[in-house]
């Protein structure tokens, strides 16, 4: 554990809800707080904190199913995953999986996709019991997982490997192994499933992979320590996190290049974008809070204070579908 706790001291986690008696129709935003050990709950409508889902010690990743009613939270230190339940914002069972669990991806039919830091795999794992059904050798401390829109693929980011590895999501098996920059960390997939995004924290830099062939296209500069990704609904925006900065960029997904800058909170981490791609919010780990940026602009709307060590979330509209959850934390959309 104590390669674990080294890296909590100095390592961000980014990682990738429809309850009736919120305040407007609008989405839910579920923060992971690793200090305070709890999931607080935004009603993207008002932006302000509705609910505290109290957790185990050190949440890590958070992810939800496709219809947004489970959510998933990994604990490293504890070898466990926590679900909770949306509508009733309650934990309603715990999977003790082992290991140090980080990442975590969900797939349509509710299979978890868990990244192992110290013990270098992916587990595809059953979410009722956490039972193992498959297990792939990845590279060194994998961290972010995200799946294609489509379901069938699932991307890795390993660290301490400066790869991506791309794993078949039925069999688990690896169909490619990719160079990136430097000390790769979070991922994110368009909603076309034509392109992955991977965050180079020591290169400072985004890598640009091609669904379709399995290669680089295209690297592009980033801020200092990029630790979070997202893209909008549409398409149309990649929003970077920069965690030595305290920054978000946003940049036009046709050119890549950063047409916005927002000010956020100290050492922002997980980026999710609003229902009506207008909004995105933005997990700050150091100052325990997660700022509202307008999209087309920038500019910080509201910092809201949610508990120490924000450093996770998800983004779910409201209503069960499959349209529900972020396209950037679920595996909802098209092919591949």
């Given at each position: 554990?104590?390669?674990?706790?080294?890296?909590?001291?100095?390592?961000?986690?980014?990682?990738?809800?429809?309850?009736?008696?919120?305040?407007?129709?609008?989405?839910?935003?579920?923060v992971?707080?690793?200090?305070?050990?709890?999931?607080?709950v935004?009603?993207?409508?008002?932006?302000?904190v509705?609910?505290?889902?109290?957790v185990?010690?050190?949440?890590?990743?958070?992810?939800?199913?496709?219809?947004?009613?489970?959510?998933?939270?990994?604990?490293?230190?504890?070898?466990?995953?926590?679900?909770?339940?949306?509508?009733?914002?309650?934990?309603?069972?715990?999977?003790?999986?082992?290991?140090?669990?980080?990442?975590?991806?969900?797939?349509?039919?509710?299979?978890?996709?868990?990244s192992?830091?110290?013990?270098?795999?992916?587990?595809?794992?059953?979410?009722?019991?956490?039972?193992?059904l498959?297990?792939?050798?990845?590279?060194?401390?994998?961290?972010?997982?995200?799946?294609?829109?489509?379901?069938?693929?699932?991307?890795?980011a390993?660290?301490?490997?400066?790869?991506?590895?791309?794993?078949?999501?039925?069999?688990?098996n690896?169909?490619?192994?990719?160079?990136?920059?430097?000390?790769?960390?979070?991922?994110?997939?368009?909603?076309?499933?034509r392109?992955?995004?991977?965050?180079?924290?020591?290169?400072?830099?985004?890598?640009?992979?091609?669904?379709?062939?399995?290669k680089p296209?295209?690297?592009?500069?980033?801020g200092?320590?990029?630790?979070?990704?997202?893209?909008?609904?549409?398409?149309?925006?990649l929003?970077?996190?920069?965690?030595?900065a305290?920054?978000?960029?946003?940049?036009?997904?046709?050119?890549?290049r950063?047409?916005?800058?927002?000010?956020?909170?100290?050492?922002p981490?997980?980026?999710?974008?609003?229902?009506?791609?207008?909004?995105?919010?933005?997990?700050?780990?150091?100052?325990?809070d997660v700022s509202?940026?307008?999209?087309?602009?920038?500019?910080?709307?509201?910092?809201?204070?949610?508990g120490?060590?924000?450093?996770?979330?998800?983004?779910?509209?409201?209503g069960?579908?499959?349209e529900?959850?972020?396209?950037?934390?679920?595996?909802?959309?098209?092919?591949?």
């Amino acid at each position: 554990m104590l390669r674990v706790r080294r890296l909590m001291v100095w390592l961000a986690a980014s990682l990738v809800a429809m309850p009736a008696l919120a305040a407007s129709n609008d989405a839910l935003v579920f923060v992971a707080n690793q200090d305070a050990a709890t999931v607080s709950v935004i009603d993207s409508g008002a932006d302000e904190v509705i609910a505290s889902i109290p957790v185990a010690f050190a949440p890590a990743g958070i992810a939800a199913d496709s219809g947004g009613a489970t959510l998933y939270v990994t604990h490293p230190e504890r070898g466990e995953i926590t679900v909770i339940d949306a509508d009733e914002r309650k934990v309603v069972r715990t999977l003790k999986v082992g290991g140090t669990p980080f990442g975590i991806a969900v797939s349509h039919d509710g299979t978890t996709f868990v990244s192992d830091w110290n013990q270098d795999t992916v587990t595809a794992a059953d979410p009722q019991t956490g039972k193992v059904l498959r297990r792939a050798a990845v590279g060194r401390a994998p961290a972010g997982v995200v799946t294609s829109p489509g379901g069938s693929l699932v991307f890795v980011a390993n660290r301490e490997s400066n790869t991506v590895s791309i794993l078949n999501a039925t069999t688990l098996n690896v169909v490619a192994t990719i160079p990136v920059g430097r000390a790769p960390f979070a991922l994110t997939v368009s909603p076309d499933g034509r392109w992955l995004y991977v965050a180079n924290v020591q290169s400072a830099n985004i890598s640009v992979i091609s669904i379709e062939t399995l290669k680089p296209v295209a690297t592009v500069p980033a801020g200092p320590m990029p630790y979070g990704l997202a893209t909008t609904r549409d398409g149309a925006r990649l929003l970077v996190a920069s965690q030595g900065a305290g920054t978000v960029s946003i940049l036009d997904s046709g050119n890549l290049r950063t047409i916005a800058s927002g000010k956020v909170g100290r050492f922002p981490e997980g980026v999710g974008i609003g229902p009506r791609d207008d909004k995105a919010y933005v997990a700050n780990w150091f100052s325990g809070d997660v700022s509202v940026l307008d999209i087309s602009t920038g500019k910080e709307l509201k910092r809201i204070r949610t508990g120490g060590g924000s450093r996770a979330l998800v983004v779910v509209a409201r209503g069960h579908s499959k349209e529900a959850a972020d396209p950037n934390a679920a595996t909802d959309g098209l092919q591949p």
